[in-house]
């Protein structure tokens, strides 16, 4: 493409990338001076043009020009982004039909749901946590939500492969960094908020702003769903532009759960939208994961599937990975494996451990805490665990530069009453609670869910993940190694 056909009155530059990371090699490309809360893109400009820039557009003024170089000076940098993004790779989320997920909980879930049913209809892709999705191409997760460059990128993929939809993830600091501002969303989903990154937003106010963004940007023509029984629900789209639908359990809503039966493997419920009733079995298990999969029926009935049409495909949606993942090799215990990372998501865990573990058995749950993230929440899980547990194994949890024994500590002020014990390792903390659990106890390991590494001081290093190990230990400790 033209350095003319992205801005005016510039030369016929052939460019061939873009870039934002100047460590990147990016032959012909043009580098965007971001502004980071640890760096300005503005002191890596000689690198950049090292690693291929032909371009620089920054905001401040820079104190070596190469004559080689062609500089743009722009009001906003991040803004310019988002625009050249969008045109230099053909505008791809005008092609697909844009779902936005958002929420401190059940983002992957209900974009997952969406990905899953969808694609009944029309070829749909994923991007999120998990993993990017889209056609036969599976691929490791990069950011919750990713760069401007990368995401563009990967929809300009899925549209090339024939991708018809896709759900994203939009999390608070993605749509804070204006990483989805030229996404053109046709839905956008809201799930609830609670406590999470406030070392980054520093307020609940702030992190509420940062997800009220989304909605206040979307397009007259798009549809906002919002949980009307969370106390930011309705707050979150006063401004919305659009149409706003509701779905609750325990409020009047678009979409309201009138009757349910939460099982250890299944769900029953009564959904009540437009005068009409349907009853429906689904295998997503816990009250959460009922709101969850509400919020992606309102979504998907929003964009012309009618809930009739979805029901076969509601009764077995596929295991979403390290989300409320029951470990089954026929022992005679549960566990269940969870992302659960935030004191909302590891209370909700608990309650359905408590639902499904018979009076005078145990719970044990194993977590840890991030390191070098919101450390204010660390004896709120502590509380939260002393409530529910019978049994508490502290671990680590992608530690950095923190030691996992401190982190665990901290936790543990949060605990007065329930025992626990820190086992550094997690693979050994898991075969601990393995070893200890008696038939019909119930196992909840949370934090890191299917995730396949743990961050180290020193970046990522590999990690089998919860749900693998789990299974390695249970085989080896009850069934001697087979089945």
Same mark, same amino acid.
């Given at each position: 493409?033209?350095?003319?056909?992205?801005?005016?009155?510039?030369?016929?530059?052939?460019?061939?990338?873009?870039?934002?990371?100047?460590?990147?090699?990016?032959?012909?490309?043009?580098?965007?001076?971001?502004?980071?809360?640890?760096?300005?893109?503005?002191?890596?400009?000689?690198?950049?043009?090292?690693?291929?820039?032909?371009?620089?557009?920054?905001?401040?003024?820079?104190?070596?020009?190469?004559?080689?170089?062609?500089?743009?000076?722009?009001?906003?940098?991040?803004?310019?982004?988002?625009?050249?993004?969008?045109?230099?790779?053909?505008?791809?989320?005008?092609?697909?039909?844009?779902?936005?997920?958002?929420?401190?909980?059940?983002?992957?879930?209900?974009?997952?749901?969406?990905?899953?049913?969808?694609?009944?209809?029309?070829?749909?892709?994923?991007?999120?946590?998990?993993?990017?999705?889209?056609?036969?191409?599976?691929?490791?997760?990069?950011?919750?939500?990713?760069?401007?460059?990368?995401?563009?990128?990967?929809?300009?993929?899925?549209?090339?492969?024939?991708?018809?939809?896709?759900?994203?993830?939009?999390?608070?600091?993605?749509?804070?960094?204006?990483?989805?501002?030229?996404?053109?969303?046709?839905?956008?989903?809201?799930?609830?908020?609670?406590?999470?990154?406030?070392?980054?937003?520093?307020?609940?106010?702030?992190?509420?702003?940062?997800?009220?963004?989304?909605?206040?940007?979307?397009?007259?023509?798009?549809?906002?769903?919002?949980?009307?029984?969370?106390?930011?629900?309705?707050?979150?789209?006063?401004?919305?532009?659009?149409?706003?639908?509701?779905?609750?359990?325990?409020?009047?809503?678009?979409?309201?759960?009138?009757?349910?039966?939460?099982?250890?493997?299944?769900?029953?419920?009564?959904?009540?939208?437009?005068?009409?009733?349907?009853?429906?079995?689904?295998?997503?298990?816990?009250?959460?994961?009922?709101?969850?999969?509400?919020?992606?029926?309102?979504?998907?009935?929003?964009?012309?599937?009618?809930?009739?049409?979805?029901?076969?495909?509601?009764?077995?949606?596929?295991?979403?990975?390290?989300?409320?993942?029951?470990?089954?090799?026929?022992?005679?215990?549960?566990?269940?494996?969870?992302?659960?990372?935030?004191?909302?998501?590891?209370?909700?865990?608990?309650?359905?451990?408590?639902?499904?573990?018979?009076?005078?058995?145990?719970?044990?749950?194993?977590?840890?805490?991030?390191?070098?993230?919101?450390?204010?929440?660390?004896?709120?899980?502590?509380? @939260?665990? *002393? &409530? %529910?547990?019978?049994?508490?194994?502290?671990? /680590?949890?992608?530690?950095? !530069?923190?030691?996992? +024994?401190?982190?665990?500590?901290?936790?543990?002020?949060?605990?007065?009453?329930?025992?626990?014990?820190? @086992?550094? *390792? &997690? %693979?050994?903390?898991?075969?601990?609670?393995? /070893?200890?659990?008696?038939? !019909?106890?119930?196992? +909840?390991?949370?934090?890191?869910?299917?995730?396949?590494?743990?961050?180290?001081?020193?970046?990522?290093?590999?990690? *089998?993940?919860?749900?693998?190990?789990?299974?390695?230990?249970?085989?080896?400790?009850?069934?001697?190694?087979?089945?």
């Amino acid at each position: 493409m033209k350095l003319s056909e992205l801005f005016d009155g510039v030369g016929d530059i052939e460019i061939r990338s873009l870039m934002a990371d100047s460590r990147k090699k990016r032959p012909d490309s043009i580098f965007f001076c971001e502004k980071g809360m640890m760096n300005d893109g503005h002191r890596f400009v000689p690198q950049a043009i090292q690693n291929g820039a032909k371009v620089i557009v920054h905001s401040e003024p820079l104190p070596d020009i190469n004559p080689d170089i062609t500089y743009i000076r722009v009001k906003n940098v991040n803004q310019v982004y988002n625009r050249v993004a969008d045109a230099f790779y053909g505008y791809p989320s005008h092609h697909l039909k844009m779902f936005g997920v958002t929420g401190t909980n059940g983002k992957s879930t209900i974009s997952c749901v969406i990905r899953d049913v969808l694609n009944h209809f029309i070829p749909t892709g994923y991007i999120g946590t998990i993993a990017i999705e889209y056609g036969s191409v599976k691929l490791p997760p990069l950011l919750t939500t990713p760069d401007i460059d990368d995401l563009h990128g990967i929809l300009h993929d899925m549209v090339d492969s024939g991708i018809e939809a896709c759900a994203l993830e939009a999390s608070s600091i993605g749509i804070e960094q204006g990483r989805v501002d030229a996404i053109d969303f046709d839905t956008a989903v809201f799930t609830n908020l609670t406590h999470d990154h406030l070392d980054y937003h520093g307020t609940m106010e702030n992190y509420f702003q940062a997800k009220k963004k989304l909605f206040d940007n979307l397009k007259p023509e798009a549809v906002a769903i919002t949980n009307a029984d969370d106390p930011y629900g309705l707050k979150i789209v006063e401004d919305c532009p659009c149409k706003v639908v509701t779905y609750a359990i325990d409020h009047e809503a678009d979409y309201q759960v009138t009757r349910y039966q939460l099982k250890r493997d299944r769900t029953i419920f009564t959904l009540r939208c437009n005068n009409m009733e349907y009853e429906i079995e689904t295998n997503l298990v816990a009250k959460f994961n009922l709101y969850n999969l509400v919020a992606s029926i309102a979504a998907l009935n929003q964009n012309g599937i009618s809930i009739t049409q979805m029901l076969p495909y509601l009764r077995n949606v596929t295991q979403i990975e390290g989300r409320v993942q029951r470990i089954d090799l026929g022992q005679p215990f549960n566990v269940i494996v969870d992302f659960a990372h935030t004191p909302d998501g590891i209370e909700k865990l608990c309650q359905y451990a408590s639902a499904i573990t018979p009076k005078g058995n145990r719970i044990i749950a194993i977590t840890g805490s991030a390191g070098k993230r919101d450390t204010a929440k660390r004896p709120i899980f502590g509380k @939260i665990l *002393d &409530r %529910y547990a019978d049994m508490i194994i502290l671990t /680590e949890d992608d530690p950095r !530069n923190e030691k996992p +024994v401190e982190i665990a500590e901290e936790i543990a002020k949060g605990i007065e009453k329930t025992p626990y014990i820190i @086992i550094e *390792d &997690r %693979y050994n903390a898991i075969r601990q609670a393995v /070893e200890m659990c008696s038939e !019909n106890d119930c196992i +909840v390991i949370m934090g890191k869910g299917d995730e396949r590494f743990i961050y180290r001081e020193f970046g990522r290093e590999p990690y *089998d993940g919860d749900d693998v190990i789990a299974r390695q230990v249970i085989k080896q400790f009850y069934f001697g190694g087979e089945n």
